[in-house]
Each structure stands twice: as C-alpha cells, then as structure tokens.
C-alpha cells in the first residue's frame, strides 16, 4: 500500500500492482460460471484459422507496468499478454497490441510505451516495433506493411483524452487499420473506454483472449457456482469502498471474514472504544445493518478478537496486542492479532471455495504484517493440502501473496483490482458484454 498520510491507512485495496494469474495447483478445477456473459461469449478458440490467418488483429493487453525511469520493475503484466499474442501468430495473424501507461496528460516521453515493446519483444524472442502513435497514417501503414506472424504495439493510447471518453470519432480512426478485436485486458474490463468498449462497434468479431476468459472463468465461476462452503475474505481500508461487495458476497457465501481498517468501524457498531483507529462514522449504521442482514440469511461473519495496536503510525511505533474490546484510548488498531489468526484458520478449515481481497493489516510494515501473512498461509494451505480453490483479488492483497513466497500455491492470481471488486457485486464489465456471441 502507499500512504498518504497516517490517518489513511489501510488503503482499498485496488491498486494498479499488476501480477500474472498464479499456476493452478488445485486439484479441482473451478465450476463453471452461471450467470455471467462467459458461456455465452466468443473466444480466440472460438475462430476458425480461416478467420484469422492474414488477418489484421488488434488486441487489447494491460501492460500498464511500474517503471523507474525507463526501467521495467515489474513485467508479470507483459508476461500474462503472451500465450494470446503467440496464439494468434501461430494462426498467421497480424498482431498489433494496444495499452495505457499510467495517466498522462497528453503526450509524455515518460509514459511511452516503447520499454513495454521491448520486453515484449525480449519475450516473444523477436522485435516488437512501436508505432509513433496509436491513430493516424503511420500507424495505417506499419500495419498494412507488416507480414504474417508480426507484433506491433501502438503509443499509449491515453496520450489522446478521447480514450478514456470513448468518443466515436476517435474510435473510428483507432480501429481503422484493423479487421477484427481481441481483448486481454481484464483489469480494464469494467471501463467503457475506446480500447475495451467503443471498438466493438467498428470491428468484428470482438472475442475474448486467453486471460481475460481465465479471469471471468475463477471468478465469477466461483461466485456464481462455487463449491460450498463459501467465504469471502473483505479488507482494505473503508467500509465505504467495500459495501456494495460486502452486500452481494453476504448473498453468495457462507462466511465473511472483514480485515484491514474497516474492522474499526464494525467494532464501533458494536459499541466498542476504538481509540484512534480509521472509523466512518457516517458508515457505522450501515456496518451494523451488514451485520444484522448477515444475522437474519444465517451467514456468519467474524470479526477480530484481538487486535495488535500502536501510540502512532510509524515502524518506530510502540506496540501491543490486546483483545478488541480492550483498545485503550489514544491507540491505534493496525493489524490482526495471533488469536484471530487462530480463529480465521479454524473458521475457513472446512471451507471448499474462499475469495480474498483486501489485507489484514498495514502489511508493508514488519510489526504490522503477520495478519495478512497468515491468513495467505491459511489459503495456500487450504489450496494445498484440502484441494480448496482460492482467488486472490486487488493489488495489496496480491502484492502480499508475492511477498510472503506463496503466490503459487493459490488457484488464481487476478490481475484486476476495479474489475474484481465490480465483478464480485455483480456489476456487468463493459468490456465484456461488448464481446460477440456465441
């Protein structure tokens, strides 16, 4: 998490952190969605070689990386865009790869996508050459002058504001050069923006790629038709962030563990002192509706029992762990404490499908990590040794699972943050309900 200031603590944890979907390791693999557009939308399976041979194909990826300068710090996202791009130059297409970087204001040399072009490149082992835009003559004639089985990838396609407002008039110029669309590009499913949403309407067939259909697969699979028991694991900073999912996963699972700063704000719900811990106050009737609803579906939620605090926001920070009726004033709450684990790990052991997002605590601080690494060694235990499947969501709890070594014992990595947490409330994602039909 990155802070801005000591009382935001617990950021929501949908970060732009991108990560690879982990290798499945279950021995079971999810069941099949039943409510959302999956089934019932086209994949790059689903066309013939005749529709794709010699054809000029433009696929949206996310290759939204870290960069420090010019350097890469992070190529999981460049690296889940490959099995679709060497499928589809395995078929004789033309493939040219679109993206955003970041949100720059207009054209901007430090937002160019030219280091995620030359890691592609490093990756597919071939060069990946850069359009000098992503509209316009040049980028018409790089395609139509390249062969069969070639990459290119357009400059960022948030250099032109239209982007993001999905004008037609630019979308029109955008698609142009191109006979049909493939989307790959799952953390930016739940945006109608040119890219994801507006080409649909110029080229077609618009069909899924390899990671958006395995995202859509674990996660609304598991929502929709998991195996029971059910739990969701909710973090991250606010109530306020997080209660339109917390209402659709009480409907859905059978148990709610809540982490992270939202904690606090149940725990006054239920008329306990929390010190200076993170608290809407203009949420403490809606965390106690939460409870209540979850009291009259017969659905469990657990709350900490023990919560290990600190006199201030800071590594230096004095620490203790008490029970979370025992906060003392003055005090801040900023982790789980050992018994809670304990709790987590006895209230999930039965527990067949299990949905993460969120962390603990303010894991990025030594004193304050042990909760939400526990609870990732709880799930890759689960994933491991009781065949459970396990779905990690939202960059913070993601970047945790990296942190800890565990990452790929888990089920399935999502690379999406948005896009998760509007799928898991059941919101349909532009960028998918513009894909064809079977």
Same mark, same amino acid.
């Given at each position: 998490?990155?802070?801005?200031?000591?009382?935001?603590?617990?950021?929501?944890?949908?970060?732009?952190?991108?990560?690879?979907? =982990?290798?499945?390791?279950?021995?079971?693999?999810? =069941?099949?969605?039943?409510?959302?557009?999956?089934?019932?939308?086209?994949?790059?399976?689903?066309?013939?070689?005749?529709?794709?041979? @010699?054809?000029?194909?433009?696929?949206?990826?996310?290759?939204?990386?870290?960069?420090? /300068?010019?350097?890469?710090?992070?190529?999981?996202?460049?690296?889940?865009?490959?099995?679709?791009?060497?499928?589809?130059?395995?078929?004789?297409?033309?493939?040219?790869?679109?993206?955003?970087?970041?949100?720059?204001?207009?054209?901007?040399?430090?937002?160019?996508? /030219?280091? =995620?072009?030359?890691?592609?490149?490093?990756?597919?082992?071939?060069?990946?050459?850069?359009?000098?835009?992503?509209?316009?003559?040049?980028?018409?004639?790089?395609?139509?002058?390249?062969?069969?089985?070639?990459?290119?990838?357009?400059?960022?396609?948030?250099?032109?504001?239209?982007?993001?407002?999905? +004008?037609?008039?630019?979308?029109?110029?955008?698609?142009?050069?191109?006979?049909?669309?493939?989307?790959? $590009?799952?953390?930016?499913?739940?945006?109608?923006?040119?890219?994801?949403? @507006?080409?649909?309407?110029?080229?077609?067939?618009?069909?899924?790629?390899?990671?958006?259909?395995? &995202?859509? !697969?674990?996660?609304?699979?598991?929502?929709?038709?998991?195996?029971?028991?059910?739990?969701?694991?909710?973090?991250?900073?606010?109530?306020?962030?997080?209660?339109?999912?917390?209402?659709?996963?009480?409907?859905?699972?059978?148990?709610?563990? %809540?982490?992270?700063?939202?904690?606090?704000?149940?725990?006054?719900?239920?008329?306990?002192?929390? /010190?200076?811990?993170?608290?809407?106050?203009?949420?403490?009737?809606?965390?106690?509706?939460?409870?209540?609803?979850?009291?009259?579906?017969?659905?469990?939620?657990?709350?900490?029992?023990?919560?290990?605090?600190?006199? !201030?926001?800071?590594?230096?920070?004095?620490?203790?762990? #008490?029970?979370?009726?025992?906060?003392?004033? /003055?005090?801040?709450?900023?982790?789980?404490?050992?018994?809670?684990?304990?709790?987590?790990?006895?209230?999930?052991?039965?527990?067949?499908? #299990? %949905?993460?997002?969120?962390?603990?605590? #303010?894991?990025?601080? +030594?004193?304050?990590?042990?909760?939400?690494?526990?609870?990732?060694?709880?799930?890759?235990?689960?994933?491991? &040794?009781?065949?459970?499947?396990? %779905?990690?969501? @939202?960059?913070?709890?993601?970047?945790?699972?990296?942190?800890?070594?565990?990452?790929?014992?888990?089920?399935?990595?999502?690379?999406?943050?948005?896009?998760?947490?509007?799928?898991?409330?059941?919101?349909?994602?532009?960028?998918?309900?513009?894909? $064809?039909?079977?």
């Amino acid at each position: 998490m990155k802070f801005v200031n000591s009382a935001l603590f617990f950021l929501a944890a949908t970060t732009a952190t991108a990560f690879v979907p =982990a290798p499945q390791v279950g021995v079971r693999t999810p =069941a099949a969605p039943s409510n959302f557009e999956l089934e019932a939308k086209k994949s790059i399976e689903d066309l013939s070689d005749d529709e794709l041979k @010699g054809k000029k194909v433009l696929v949206r990826c996310d290759v939204n990386v870290p960069l420090d /300068g010019k350097k890469i710090t992070d190529d999981t996202r460049i690296r889940a865009s490959i099995p679709t791009i060497e499928y589809l130059k395995s078929k004789g297409a033309i493939v040219t790869v679109c993206s955003h970087l970041g949100r720059p204001d207009g054209p901007e040399d430090k937002f160019s996508l /030219g280091p =995620a072009a030359e890691r592609m490149g490093e990756l597919l082992g071939e060069d990946v050459k850069l359009a000098p835009d992503c509209i316009g003559d040049e980028v018409k004639a790089m395609v139509d002058g390249a062969k069969e089985g070639d990459v290119i990838m357009l400059e960022n396609t948030r250099f032109y504001k239209e982007e993001t407002k999905n +004008e037609e008039s630019f979308v029109e110029k955008f698609a142009a050069p191109f006979d049909l669309f493939v989307n790959d $590009a799952f953390g930016t499913a739940h945006r109608a923006h040119a890219s994801t949403e @507006g080409v649909t309407k110029f080229l077609s067939p618009a069909v899924s790629g390899f990671l958006l259909a395995k &995202e859509l !697969e674990y996660l609304d699979g598991a929502i929709s038709n998991g195996e029971k028991p059910m739990a969701a694991i909710v973090g991250g900073s606010k109530v306020s962030s997080k209660i339109t999912v917390l209402e659709a996963l009480l409907e859905k699972c059978d148990k709610i563990i %809540i982490g992270g700063g939202m904690v606090f704000t149940f725990l006054k719900a239920k008329g306990l002192n929390v /010190g200076t811990s993170l608290v809407e106050d203009d949420f403490v009737d809606t965390a106690k509706a939460v409870m209540e609803k979850a009291e009259k579906l017969g659905k469990t939620i657990l709350l900490p029992s023990d919560i290990i605090i600190a006199d !201030e926001f800071s590594a230096d920070a004095n620490i203790q762990t #008490v029970a979370a009726d025992a906060i003392p004033d /003055g005090w801040m709450g900023l982790d789980n404490g050992p018994d809670t684990t304990a709790e987590q790990k006895e209230f999930l052991s039965d527990c067949k499908t #299990v %949905i993460m997002n969120g962390p603990m605590g #303010v894991f990025e601080i +030594e004193k304050f990590s042990k909760g939400t690494f526990g609870i990732v060694d709880i799930l890759a235990d689960l994933t491991k &040794e009781n065949g459970a499947i396990t %779905i990690i969501g @939202g960059g913070d709890s993601v970047a945790a699972c990296e942190q800890s070594g565990r990452a790929g014992e888990m089920s399935h990595i999502s690379t999406g943050g948005g896009a998760s947490l509007e799928l898991m409330e059941g919101k349909v994602l532009p960028g998918v309900a513009a894909l $064809a039909d079977k």
